[in-house]
């Protein structure tokens, strides 16, 4: 191997990278928040809301899930414009990463609503809660601390997978990269330091969500 | 300009479709292959292994599979090897499966009581005979629903082959797009071809995982 490797490219380029992370983190933050609250919408509905609502959000979700995120993108970026529905780059990956953690967010939460003791729905009701304050104010919050290392670990996933964005031209992280070694040549060292990036932003993204778990879910016993 | 019927779209998109379950198999049956090596050296109890294995799986894990696909892609021709598209995709699906597959054997392995080690080790038998009559049957139980499971994510995960140039089934469906200006129909007809392939086997995750717990329940 008569590779010498150079990283001297990075003195010119890091504002590119800087760009890219900001973008990446906006990205997951808008993703995430909405995704999951998608995902939660679309819990509240199959495990107990109203019987026509059940099957559609199922097909969603099983459409979602048994698909590439790629091609989830692709259809949005290039299919739904001659629906009428023309997006920005940003705005189209936006959509197609709430879209998707929308779906396995709502299998995630799924799972923390139906373990929930059936006494605790009784107990709502018994005190004269409709079933949507009795979920809203005692079902969610400890439904939520239940699943949210699974949560967390999705919206990780969701964020490294972020990374295919680039595709449709959304300038992520992965758009600095290309472009980055589409200028300088160095298409390894450009990816490897990108790849490093990712990894950084993977762990803080964990630690941050536990931060927030543990904000969220302060002074609540787990059970 | 040439007209395309949704039938010539189709074919073509399932002509590619050969090379995602090809490229599938590959990846799954490599790196079942190499996640049981893995796990094998996570459990061992030598503590360097433990360690390499624990950071092996937190780095491929941790690190987006496009820009491993990268990394193999222009790593590999460093050394000079002119490196067609379909071997850096299939070295790069080998290892990113292995990581995945050796995390949840483990958590299999580990899903088995404790008393079993200890009943099986007061019967006299050396580590490998525990593992061979007493551990790995009853971890493979719990195994199999979560490894049919994560194969669609191996299918899904060909996808982004197509980036590096590798034409499968989405590659295709850029090429296709291209050609006929119909981006809504083909990529809807791509989405429901992946469909098809995947639903199958989540389903009988699913199945398998109601089947095989039968028995989990009496713990």
New interface residues.
């Given amino acids: 191997m008569n590779y010498a490797f150079s990283f001297s490219w990075l003195t010119e380029y890091y504002p590119v990278l800087l760009k890219g992370i900001l973008i990446t983190i906006e990205l997951i933050a808008v993703g995430g928040l909405f995704g999951v609250a998608l995902g939660t919408a679309c819990a509240w509905a199959r495990a107990l809301g109203p019987a026509w609502l059940k099957p559609l959000v199922s097909a969603y979700v099983e459409l979602i899930r048994n698909t590439p995120f790629l091609i989830q993108l692709f259809f949005i970026f290039f299919g739904l414009p001659s629906l009428g529905l023309r997006l920005s780059e940003l705005e189209a990956a936006n959509l197609a990463m709430v879209v998707n953690l929308g779906a396995y967010s709502c299998e995630i939460v799924r799972a923390g609503i139906q373990a929930t003791p059936r006494g605790q729905f009784e107990a709502g009701a018994s005190l004269a809660m409709s079933p949507i304050q009795t979920f809203r104010y005692v079902v969610l919050v400890p439904a939520l601390q239940r699943i949210w290392p699974a949560l967390s670990s999705q919206v990780v996933i969701v964020m490294l997978g972020s990374a295919v964005v680039s595709q449709i031209a959304a300038e992520d992280l992965t758009f600095a990269a290309n472009f980055i070694q589409s200028r300088s040549f160095r298409a390894f060292e450009a990816y490897f330091v990108t790849t490093a990036i990712y990894l950084a932003l993977a762990i803080l993204l964990r630690r941050a969500l536990a931060g927030i778990g543990a904000m969220i879910f302060a002074r609540r016993p787990a059970r | 300009m040439m007209e395309f019927s949704t039938w010539d779209i189709l074919r073509n998109l399932l002509l590619a479709a050969r090379w995602t379950v090809v490229l599938s198999l590959v990846s799954f049956l490599g790196g079942g292959i190499v996640g049981a090596l893995l796990l094998f050296l996570r459990i061992g109890g030598n503590r360097v292994l433990t360690a390499f294995t624990r950071y092996y799986v937190e780095?491929f894990q941790?690190?987006?599979?496009?820009?491993?696909l990268?990394?193999a892609f222009?790593?590999l021709?460093?050394?000079?090897i002119n490196v067609p598209a379909w071997l850096a995709a299939g070295i790069a699906l080998v290892l990113w499966t292995a990581a995945f597959l050796a995390e949840i054997w483990r958590g299999c392995v580990e899903a088995v009581a404790r008393g079993q080690w200890e009943a099986s080790a007061s019967l006299g038998m050396g580590y490998v005979q525990q593992m061979r009559y007493v551990i790995l049957p009853q971890a493979l139980k719990v195994a199999i629903p979560p490894t049919v499971g994560f194969s669609?994510q191996v299918v899904?995960?060909t996808?982004?082959t197509?980036?590096i140039g590798f034409v499968e089934l989405?590659k295709a469906?850029?090429v296709v797009?291209n050609a006929t200006f119909?981006?809504?129909t083909?990529?809807?007809l791509?989405?429901l071809i992946?469909?098809a392939l995947?639903?199958p086997l989540?389903k009988s995750s699913q199945a398998l995982e109601r089947k095989l717990n039968a028995a989990h329940r009496n713990h």
């Fill in positions: 780095l941790g690190t987006p599979l496009l820009m491993q990268f990394l222009f790593g021709g460093l050394f000079g669609v899904k995960g996808a982004l197509s980036i989405s469906g850029t797009t119909q981006p809504f083909v990529y809807g791509v989405a992946y469909f995947c639903w989540s």
